[in-house]
C-alpha cells in the first residue's frame, strides 16, 4: 500500500492512533483473550500492572476476569521475548520462543558461566523439574527445592536463571496462579496446542501483528519489541507491507493497519481522553522510541533514575502527561493524579476525566 500524503502529523494524532490500535479508545476487545491475542503481547514483568492493562482493554472486565483467564490457560505468562515477561495467547508462545530463544540464551552465556550453568545442569534441572511437575503444578520454592534435591544450587540467582532457560526451552512454564505467584507447570501438559511456524513466517506475522495493534510505529520500533534483527525485520516488513498502510512522519516511516489509519479521515478521536494506565503498559514500553508521547525532560520522572520500574501514568490526548498512585490500606484504594504540571495541575475537565478512570479502576477492583 503506498504511503499516505496530504495528512498533517503530529505527535498527538501519533499518540492517538496507537491508543485507538490498542483498544484504549472506543469499545475495546470483547473479552480478556480476544484482548491479549490482539495486542500480540503485553508486557507482563509486573502482574498488578498486565492484569490492569488487560482490564483498561475489556470493557467491564474486573481483576478476577483477567485472573481466571490466566488460571484457566487461555492467556499465557512467559518468556516470549527480551528476557522480558510478557502475556500472550498459549498458542502462540511455542512458535515465538523457536524464532527467539536461542538468541536469548546465548546472550546469558557470560551470566551462565560465572553461575556455573552448563549443559548438564540444564538437562538435570528439567529432569527434577518434571518429575516435580508431572500431572500437576509446584510453587517457585517447591521447584526450588527440587533443583537443590537433583544437586542444582539456586543460591545466588541460580535458581531463577535456570528457571528461565528451561522456560525458554519449553520444557516448562508459568500456569494458575495462587494468590499474586504463579504456579510452574510443564509445557505441554498446560498448553496442548501450539501453532507450528517457520522462521520466516513467523517473523511475518508477528511483524503484522506488531503494526496491526501498535501502530503507528517504526521497523526499528519491532526490531527492538520483539528482539528480532533488523535484517530480518526488513525482509518480513517487505511480505507484508502491502498489508499494512504507511505514514511519513519526520523523514521516517511508520505502519499501521489500514483500520487504524482510516480514522485519519474524519478526525482521529480522543483528543480530550484522558485514561489511567498502569505501569510498563504497551503504550509507553511498546517502543524503542517513546519521545512522542513522552516528552525527553519527563522521562525521569516515569522511570525514577532510570531503575526500570516503571510509574502508571496519565495519558491525555495521546501523550503522557502525568503519573497517578493508588494508596494502599483504604478500601476502596485512594486514587491521585500527579500531573508534571505541579503548578498548575490537571485542568477542570480532565480532572474530571480522570475521576471517571478512577472509578473505573475501583469498579476493576470490585472495590
Known amino acids: 500500500m503506498a504511503a499516505i500524503t496530504g495528512i498533517r502529523l503530529s505527535p498527538g494524532i501519533i499518540g ?34 498486565v492484569l490492569w492493562a488487560v482490564g483498561q482493554r475489556v470493557q467491564g472486565a474486573s481483576v478476577e476476569d483477567v485472573r481466571i483467564a490466566l488460571d484457566r490457560g487461555d492467556v499465557v505468562r512467559s518468556w516470549p521475548m527480551r528476557g522480558t515477561l510478557h502475556l500472550l495467547a498459549p498458542e502462540d508462545l511455542k512458535w515465538m520462543l523457536s524464532i527467539t530463544a536461542g538468541r536469548v540464551i546465548r546472550g546469558l552465556a557470560g551470566r551462565h558461566r560465572e553461575l556455573e550453568i552448563a549443559a548438564a545442569d540444564v538437562d538435570a534441572a528439567a529432569a527434577a523439574a518434571l518429575r516435580l511437575v508431572s500431572g500437576g503444578a509446584a510453587s517457585r520454592a517447591e ?4 533443583f537443590e534435591r537433583a544437586g542444582q544450587s539456586t543460591a545466588g540467582q541460580r535458581g531463577i536463571h535456570l528457571l528461565g532457560v528451561l522456560c525458554q526451552r519449553g520444557c516448562l512454564v508459568q500456569g494458575p496462579l495462587a494468590g499474586n505467584q504463579q504456579l510452574v507447570v510443564a509445557f505441554d501438559d498446560w498448553i496442548t496446542e501450539s501453532r507450528a511456524l517457520d522462521r520466516a513466517d513467523g517473523i511475518a506475522e508477528w511483524l503484522l501483528r506488531y503494526f496491526r495493534s501498535h501502530g503507528p510505529a517504526t521497523e526499528r520500533d519491532f526490531s527492538w519489541w520483539a528482539g528480532i534483527p533488523l535484517t530480518d ?23 499501521l493497519s489500514p483500520e487504524t489509519a482510516a480514522l485519519l479521515d474524519c478526525g482521529v478521536p480522543g483528543q480530550r481522553t484522558v485514561l489511567a494506565l498502569p505501569g510498563f503498559d504497551e503504550f509507553l514500553l511498546g517502543y524503542a522510541d517513546r519521545s512522542l508521547v513522552l516528552p525527553p525532560e ?48 490537571l485542568r477542570p475537565a480532565a480532572q474530571r476525566s480522570f475521576e471517571l478512570q478512577a472509578a473505573k479502576y475501583r469498579r476493576y477492583l470490585g472495590s
Not at 21 to 40: I, N, S
Not at 233 to 249: D, I, K, N, P, Y
Not at 299 to 316: L, Q, R, S, Y
Open 143 to 146: 521447584l526450588f527445592q527440587a
Open 298 to 345: 519527563h522521562a525521569d520522572k516515569i522511570v525514577p533514575g532510570g531503575n526500570g520500574v516503571f510509574k502508571k501514568t496519565i495519558v491525555a490526548g495521546g501523550a503522557v502527561l502525568g503519573t497517578w498512585t493508588a494508596r494502599a490500606g483504604g478500601r476502596p484504594p485512594v486514587v491521585v493524579p500527579q500531573p508534571f504540571d505541579a503548578v498548575n495541575g
Open 16 to 49: 492517538r492512533l496507537r491508543l485507538a490500535a490498542q483498544g484504549l479508545l472506543g469499545p475495546g476487545f470483547p473479552g480478556v483473550p480476544e484482548a491479549v491475542r490482539g495486542m500480540t503481547a503485553m508486557q507482563a514483568q509486573d502482574l498488578q500492572s
Open 233 to 255: 525485520t526488513r525482509a518480513a516488513l517487505a511480505r507484508v507491507s502491502g498489508q499494512l498502510a504507511e505514514l511519513e512522519f519526520g523523514g521516517t516511516s511508520y505502519w
